[in-house]
């Protein structure tokens, strides 16, 4: 499977772990936080949610003295948001800001990093879960790059892609298995807040009831007075009580205290004076939350208006006459915010509806991406190609919904794993095929060794014009052993036709007319260099003159070395001229794909280069030292230093690309 695919599975498994871990973090956060608000929410006209506040029963109290402490008995606002009645909250909306600075893991092991959280596990839960989450980033980051040079590694060693397999990491299992002690300890912790959750309902059932039996002794109703506000502060500072009850026992705890108020007669200038203190409590949250409407961050402003109607519902009454208006003002300031909320929540979800069908054009489009005409590796690279292309695209994409985002994923994954199946069995039967081809040309390299002796020159001379035919219809090898095998062959029949030419009684005619063959094709170059007459195709007609030229045979010794220079002359101004190596094009072709390519891609591709550029010198300054160990004034010893000469030039035309391409990189 090939690297972008791997890396594309890695990311994807990873975005749905995170994707499960957060909706169930906002799910338990909005079955605490979110469901009382629910109970008391009410519709407008127009079919939205919105917090109501009820009249409280105190306003009624006209004949008894007035008493400060009957502020306590004002209905207290109920949770507002429209923005509530969402199905899909944002794990912003619900959950915690994390307390303290965050650890610094840089530098960091993995062997340290499950020390850290070896230390954090032994910690109470609640304070560590930012912390957790930073560790285990950090650790898989730091796997995700050893995996990749494990990887990098086999594949130079020779590996097939398809076979890779990471190495197994102890400290991956150790990491997990303290993950899975702080999850534990996390469902023990919530467990034993549910706990007191309920104990703290039965305490305030209890409070509740010790005010209902107060007013139940009207005589006496005064001397309570102190123990009611006493309560009242037992209350409030008991903790919070499971979400299906808060609203009920809230409701009761209203009721009874404002029943305690009616009967309480009490000095109407404390009374007022505690009105005044609320109206002033009261006027600052309305102009606080005023002030959320510029605020950039919708979720942040909208948990802190969470919080500002729970500071709402704790402070007393104020005057009847401006309890309507001052209620009106918060509640306007506070639907702005709920309207900001859920077009929030509204445009998230029409983003994670736009990748969803970007998704599933996706995958329709890899589904139609058909292997069956694929018979050749450059027909399967370029598939290859738009595979790796389609998944480039996948990963841009954002989140889909969540009850579609795993699905296709799955589907997206499944065709690519059968893609690359595929592609590996096909590399498999080709690997197999090319050992047979290798085989055959081996035999065929026996055969042709064990008659390049012969001086039966016309039988072996079909002989191995029959053996050359027969080795046209092999198919390809190897590559690493094509050059040698072919070398081994030719090598052979060369041989053998080099021993039958030296029989030849009219070797001197014979060169002359070659020497005049020669001329002809220079002649010709020149023609063409010149740009004399039609050559609509050019190099072509170059390429050919070079094969009829290595058809043509010897030429007279003295005349030699001065027709090969020129004819060598002739070629090189060809090259160049007509670009015949196609130095413009690759270097064109590569400076576009370096322009589409990211800084590690160009980092790893310059090394790369730089490598092979290094490999090219040190051959290039071999091949130039063993030029002097030749002696040039025998055939043999010309004809390999002419292949020598060849070579030097092959290196460093090679070496003047090398050199362009890592230029280009370093330009961008």
Known sequence: MNEGYAALQNECNMESRELSESMQNIEKDATENVAPAQEQLEKNENGNVVATEEPSAVDNVTTAPESPVEAEAEARPAEVSEALTDATPSPQAVEPAAAGKAMDLTGKSKTELVALLQQLSEQPVETVKDDVNNIKAAFFAIRRDEIAKEKEEFLQNGGDESAFAAKVDTTEEQLKDLLNVIKEKKAEYNAAQEAVKVDNLRKKKEIIAQIEAITDDPDNINRQYNKVKQLQQDFKEVGPVPATSETEVWKSFQMVTEKFYDLLKINKELRDYDFRKNLEAKQQLCADAEALDEENDVVAA??????????????????????????ARFKAASAVINKKHQAYFEERKSKEKENADAKTALCERIEQVST????????WEEATKKIIEMQAEWKKLGFASRKVNTALFTRFRKSCDEFFSKKAEFFKQMKETLAANLAKKYELCEKAEALKESTDWKKTTDALVALQKEWK???????????TVWKRFIGACDYFFEQKKKQNTNVHAVEHDNLKAKKEVIRQLRLILDGEGEHENAAQEVRDLMGKWQSIGHVPYKEKDKIYNEYRELIDKAFEVLDMRGTRAQLSNFESTIAQSSEDRMSHERERL???YEQRCAELKTYENNMGFFNSKSKAGDSLVKEMERKIESLKNEINLLEQKIKIIDEH
């Open 610 to 612: 730089m490598r092979t």
């Open 473 to 483: 219809t092999i198919g390809p090898v190897v590559k690493k052993h094509s050059d």
């Open 372 to 379: 069956e005409g694929l018979t050749t590796y450059a027909q």
């Open 302 to 327: 909208f948990k802190k208006l969470q919080e500002m109607h729970n500071k709402w519902r704790e402070i007393g009454p104020v005057a009847k006459e401006l309890r309507e208006d001052l209620w």
